[in-house]
C-alpha cells in the first residue's frame, strides 16, 4: 500500500527513518556516519606512549649520557666516523629532537610536528644503516618500524586523550597537518643528508 503525498505531509513521522547517525552537513562538516571505535583513542595513546618513550629514552642517552648512551661527545664521534659534518652540532639537534620530540608524542603535544621530528631523525638513521640488511641489530627493522609508526601517528592524529585537545588550532586533528608535517620531516632529512659526506 503506497501512501499518498498528502498523507506523508500531515504525518511525517510515517517516513522511513535514517539508518545511521550522521553530523549535519555545513561549511567543511561531513555528512559521514559519525561513529568512532571505542578503543580508537587509547590504542593511540598506547602507540604515543611506546613511540614517545623509545624516541625520549635514545635521545636521554645522547644529551645525557644516560641507560648507557655516550652523551653528546660519544654521540657526535659516531656522527663524524659515519660523514656527518659538525659531529658535535648534529648530535646536539639529534639528541634535542629525540628527547623533545619523544616527551610531545607521550603528551600528545602539536602532534604532527612531534611526529615529524621523530620520522625526520628516523629516516638519517635508516640511511646510516641501509647496507645492514634488513634484520636487527645491523640491519633497518627497527628504525622502520619507528618511521612507521611516527608517520601513522602524524596522519592520524594523537586522538582524543591528549594536550592537542586544549589547543584550538590541533582540537580536530586533520590529514593536512600530518600531511604538511610529514613532508616537511622528509624535506629536513633530506637536507641533512645531502650533508653527509
Not at 78 to 104: D, H, I, N, R
Amino acid at each position: 500500500m503506497s501512501a499518498c503525498p498528502h498523507t506523508m505531509r500531515e504525518y511525517p513521522s510515517m517516513t522511513a527513518p535514517s539508518t545511521s547517525p550522521t553530523l549535519s552537513a555545513g561549511p567543511g562538516r561531513s555528512t559521514a556516519p559519525a561513529l568512532r571505535p571505542a578503543g580508537l583513542d587509547a590504542g593511540l595513546l598506547l602507540l604515543r606512549i611506546a613511540v614517545g618513550a623509545i624516541m625520549a629514552a635514545h635521545g636521554a642517552q645522547k644529551l645525557f649520557g644516560w641507560f648507557g648512551g655516550g652523551g653528546i661527545d660519544g654521540t657526535a664521534q659516531f656522527f663524524t666516523s659515519v660523514g656527518y659534518p659538525a659531529g658535535e652540532t648534529m648530535a646536539t639537534v639529534a639528541a634535542l629532537t629525540e628527547t623533545f620530540g619523544g616527551l610531545a608524542l607521550i603528551l600528545g603535544l602539536l602532534t604532527p610536528l612531534a611526529a615529524a621530528a621523530v620520522t625526520g631523525t628516523m629516516l638519517n638513521a635508516l640511511a646510516v644503516k641501509w647496507d645492514g640488511g634488513f634484520f636487527a641489530p645491523e640491519g633497518v627493522e627497527y628504525e622502520l618500524l619507528l618511521v612507521a609508526a611516527a608517520a601513522a601517528l602524524a596522519l592520524t592524529g594523537p586522538g582524543r586523550l591528549a594536550a592537542d585537545r586544549a589547543l584550538p588550532p590541533l582540537r580536530e586533528h586533520r590529514t593536512t597537518h600530518g600531511v604538511g608535517a610529514l613532508a616537511l620531516a622528509v624535506v629536513t632529512a633530506g637536507v641533512v643528508l645531502l650533508l653527509r659526506a
